[in-house]
């Protein structure tokens, strides 16, 4: 499985990832973000996508 | 000796598009050229987290150790002969490139009167200029802010949250002139509700200081003491060494909509510098500042740049914006600055989005502390819905905030 992480201390809610790939993220009430921490590897495009679409570069994904 | 790919600017569009070529299968040469000596950064939190102490200059740096690039950092491009397809810099050293990407950004546009031989004047657009900043404020200083645009009233706020004596000067009636006049009115409550002094609808006549500024004397005949001024009258953008290209340079470098420059397909355009045509502007050219967009337009020019001919696709992105001031996150998409009137489709109290109408279609929205919401709009965009139709569906939508 890719591993996804955010750093809730950096995201500010912005919503690119959540747009760019919104299989993985998703703002919830309060505009808080949530996320699946672990995708199926055929997503980690689209998660290195949101990682590089985020302005605060809180996202970072593994292997 | 096989031409490199030559980038020219090494900040956000310039690295994403430096990526995508990688990304795209290029193995050969890649040169990144800049003007300043950092590696790319990202420069939102210069006005923000970096201005009050919340981040510092290495918390902005933009990750790109593992490119396989070779990096000219501190080397400003003087000229570019596309006949030659070379790029001239300063010294009259020639870089032959066989595709080149013109990303080299805007700068911060100087205060257009005569020149000021007065400490204390400031403009934010480098890192260099944010940590200038960031030590005078730390004198608390009276500040004043001329210009209420993004910069300006982000430097605002920040300057608030240090406790400091703000003003607000320009010769619009509102600040945040992108919102258009209803939305920046909103502005301004939030600004006078934190107690900044705004000067509006009033122009700064002069300077004045022995040495140092100690004010600034406004049209309407007042004078606003202040030992720091930030002139945040916008950005302009780079491309004056392109003068006598050939290249079209109005409102930006003139590029087909894959972001090819016109009249030479092997340069590429991504960034403050990139004018194109936008289908939600009906085709007319557009170039717009926001950090997404050089995001996004950087990686699609390096696509561009390594894909044959005919799989060359445009870039037809709806913008995205933002600005931190205070407690509110104010979020735009679309394009704003078409827009003639806006209208409130959702609210909950502090939290709302408008819609921005121009022709009876929907061509922009702005959410005030509304992120939840705005990947609607912003896909629902793209085809400039009618305004009515748009209501329709937000008021029939579970999850929007309570209908205005």
């Known amino acids: ?63 | 000796m096989e031409r490199p790919i030559v980038i020219v600017g090494a900040s956000l569009a310039g690295l994403r598009a430096a990526q995508a070529v990688r990304k795209g299968g290029h193995a050969g040469p890649l040169t990144i050229l800049g003007a300043e000596r950092h590696r790319p950064y990202t420069r939102p939190p210069l006005s923000k987290e970096l201005l009050v102490g919340a981040q510092e200059a290495g918390d902005c740096a933009l990750p790109c150790d593992d490119l396989d690039a070779v990096w000219r950092l501190g080397v400003p491009a003087s000229a570019l002969d596309l006949a030659q397809r070379e790029l001239i810099l300063d010294d009259g050293e020639r870089i032959a490139y066989d595709r080149l990407l013109i990303a080299t950004g805007s700068r911060a546009r100087l205060w257009p009167g005569p020149q000021v031989e007065l400490e204390g004047l400031h403009t934010l657009r480098d890192v260099d200029d944010a940590l200038a900043l960031r030590a005078a404020l730390a004198g608390r200083p009276r500040l004043a802010v001329v210009g209420g645009g993004f910069i300006g009233c982000e430097v605002a706020a920040g300057a608030r949250k240090l406790g400091l004596d703000v003003t607000v000067i320009d010769v619009a009636p509102q600040p945040m002139p992108a919102l258009g006049h209803e939305l920046g009115e909103r502005c301004a409550e939030l600004h006078r509700a934190h107690a900044v002094d705004l000067r509006l609808g009033t122009a700064v006549e002069r300077f004045e200081g022995a040495g140092r500024l100690e004010a600034i004397r406004l049209a309407d005949g007042s004078r606003v003491e202040a030992d720091v001024a930030v002139i945040a009258l916008g950005a302009v953008p780079n491309t004056d060494w392109l003068a006598g290209s050939g290249l079209g340079l109005e409102p930006g470098v003139v590029c087909h909509a894959t972001l090819q420059a016109r009249g030479a397909d092997e340069v590429f355009c991504a960034g403050d510098v990139a004018a194109w045509p936008h289908p939600m502007a009906d085709g007319e050219l557009v170039r717009i500042e926001h950090w997404t967009t050089a995001a996004e337009q950087g990686t699609a020019a390096g696509r561009n740049m390594v894909a044959a001919p005919a799989d060359r696709v445009p870039y037809a992105a709806v913008p995205y914006f933002w600005s931190d001031q205070y407690d509110v996150k104010i979020q735009a998409v679309g394009l704003m600055t078409r827009a003639e009137r806006t209208e409130v489709l959702e609210s909950d109290g502090s939290r709302f989005v408008a819609a921005g109408v121009r022709d009876g279609r929907v061509v922009a929205a702005v959410g005030f502390n509304a992120a939840r919401r705005l990947a609607f709009y912003r896909r629902r965009l793209a085809g400039m819905p009618p305004l009515e139709e748009l209501a329709a569906e937000v008021a029939a939508d579970v999850k929007a905030l309570v209908a205005a």
């Open chain 1, 1 to 63: 499985m890719t591993k996804v992480h955010v750093d809730m201390n950096l995201c500010q809610s912005h919503g690119e990832c959540a747009y760019v790939a919104p299989e993985i993220f998703e703002l919830g009430d309060d505009d808080v973000l949530q996320w699946k921490p672990e995708v199926d590897p055929s997503l980690r495009e689209k998660a290195e996508e949101a990682a590089d679409a985020c302005p605060m570069q809180a996202i970072r994904v593994e292997d």
